[in-house]
């Protein structure tokens, strides 16, 4: 069963676990995933959320990793790639996976797939829009977006442009070399139109999800010359993942 979960054979595999929706035992299960260093991260962490959705989004990491190539998953270690961005160190026969977590209030999210870039994040809209830093994340053409919008609609619209962003600056590692104005989005559909860090846009595929009412997701892959890329976005399956995990 190893290795062969319905869904983890796509170009590109998106799992999320909604923490509060994880039983006692599930939590339990995504600790002991964890290595010495990620435990120790998890429990200098101040608030119990906080801890939780670290734990969570690094557990299923090694999960999804698992699932993919049949390896343990506290088997594996990483090396920072470019601008350290964490990256699987794979064993001689295992595909080059690439991968990107995020993790925000009550929600945990992992995005992998094989020899391409991608980024994931995700942000909880339980709260107002921090409209007041528009100005510092948003380009001229995204605030005339967000503006042309009702004020009801604004708080989805800046979430949405917003972990675009994110996610796409987290796929090219650029997040801490790059404002987040430095790369401009559209919307309806996704699509990059322009970024200081990349002269190819058009290469650079870009999926939003609405995860229940209170979470804005997004994707961001390198497709190259590709239109045929396969994905997969779930709920994670922790049962299946139990048994896929080698622990």
Same mark, same amino acid.
């Given at each position: 069963m190893r290795g062969k979960e319905a869904g983890y054979r796509a170009d590109v595999i998106f799992r999320w676990i909604l923490i509060d929706q994880t039983s006692a035992g599930d939590r339990a299960f995504l600790e002991t995933l964890l290595s010495e260093d990620e435990r120790q991260a998890a429990l200098a962490l101040r608030f119990e959320e906080d801890r939780a959705a670290y734990v969570a989004a690094h557990a299923l990491a090694r999960a999804l990793l698992?699932?993919? #190539?049949?390896?343990?998953?506290?088997?594996?270690?990483?090396?920072? *790639?470019?601008? *350290?961005k964490p990256r699987p160190i794979a064993r001689p026969g295992e595909p080059d996976i690439r991968l990107n977590l995020s993790h925000t209030r009550g929600l945990a999210a992992v995005a992998l797939c094989v020899g391409r870039e991608i980024g994931v994040d995700v942000e909880w809209m339980g709260q107002p829009a921090p409209f007041e830093v528009a100005e510092?994340?948003?380009? /001229?053409?995204?605030?005339?977006?967000?503006?042309?919008?009702? /004020?009801?609609?604004? /708080?989805?619209?800046?979430?949405?442009?917003?972990?675009?962003?994110?996610?796409?600056?987290?796929? #090219?590692? !650029? *997040?801490?070399?790059?404002?987040?104005?430095? !790369?401009?989005?559209?919307?309806?559909? /996704?699509?990059?139109l322009k970024s200081e860090c990349d002269p190819d846009p058009a290469r650079w595929h870009l999926r939003l999800y609405r995860i229940e009412a209170a979470y804005m997701a997004s994707l961001a892959y390198d497709a190259g010359a590709s239109s045929r890329i396969s994905v997969s976005a779930a709920p994670a399956d922790l049962a299946r993942l139990r048994a896929a995990s080698g622990n």
């Open positions: 698992a699932a993919r #190539t049949g390896r343990a998953a506290r088997d594996w270690a990483f090396r920072a *790639g470019l601008h *350290g510092q994340i948003f380009a /001229p053409a995204e605030r005339d977006l967000l503006d042309a919008h009702r /004020p009801d609609e604004r /708080p989805e619209v800046f979430y949405r442009l917003w972990t675009l962003k994110e996610a796409y600056l987290k796929a #090219t590692a !650029c *997040g801490l070399a790059r404002a987040p104005v430095s !790369c401009v989005f559209a919307l309806d559909p /996704p699509r990059l």
